[in-house]
């Protein structure tokens, strides 16, 4: 079996998306690993008998946990200290729980206490910590459900990473980056979606650490 990157969007071409038992081990201090508990794991086990995870994952946060089945459904579980699993409190989950009823979800992930999702039709959701405007609704009021951000139909691709800040970054179906939170390496502090310089015609993009990285 050929290696698969994570997640590349919804219009990757040539990236076969895999379906199947989901496994976790190691660290689970927030409950990350979804075995009901808190307790650390010196092996690698299955998590329950569903066979519909996929691998469209972001690396966000290590402790929180939004993953999206092959049934376009929506699970949360871990930290949620800030709502940023969507499930309309803050009350950490130590086994997975379903975001809503929705069934056409894309993909989805968190950066520090912000969380943002791509439904299938294109559309960005945001919820989660947002006393930076990094949910990008023109607001810095925190929320703990999902809420569709504006009307655009053509976000593709979500830019998550592991390192704590308080800004979103995705790219949409015309090659831009977009980000929306508080200030990094030049870029000011916004609460709405900002496109990053004007370059456009980007085929990939992704965060390493704070920095981004964008392929033609």
Not at 35 to 49: C, R, S, Y
Not at 71 to 91: I, M, P, R, V
Not at 153 to 167: I, P, V, Y
Request: aromatic content about 8%; proline content about 1%; some cysteine.
């Amino acid at each position: 079996m050929s290696q698969q990157l994570l997640m590349m969007g919804r219009r990757a071409s040539g990236r076969t998306v895999l379906t199947g038992q989901r496994w976790a081990g190691t660290h689970n201090d927030n409950g990350e690993c979804g075995f009901g508990n808190t307790d650390n794991v010196a092996t690698i086990a299955q998590l329950g008998d569903l066979e519909t995870w996929t691998n469209k994952e972001t690396c966000g946060r290590p402790d929180s946990r939004l993953v999206v089945n092959s049934e376009g459904k929506l699970y949360a579980w871990g930290n949620n200290g800030s709502g940023q699993l969507g499930l309309g409190d803050t009350t950490q989950r130590t086994s997975p729980v379903q975001v809503g009823t929705d069934t056409d979800w894309q993909e989805a992930g968190v950066t520090a206490g912000g969380a943002s999702a791509i439904k299938t039709n294109g559309t960005l959701w945001t919820w989660g910590e947002n006393s930076s405007g990094a949910l990008g609704k023109g607001n810095t009021t925190t929320t703990n459900s999902p809420s569709q951000v504006g009307s655009d139909t053509d976000w593709f691709k979500l830019m998550h990473t592991g390192f704590n800040g308080d800004r979103l970054f995705v790219m949409n179906d015309a090659g831009e980056i977009y980000y929306s939170g508080t200030e990094l390496n030049g870029l000011s502090r916004v609460s709405a979606f900002t496109q990053i310089g004007s370059e456009d015609g980007f085929t990939d993009a992704f965060m390493i650490g704070l920095g981004i990285v964008a392929h033609k």
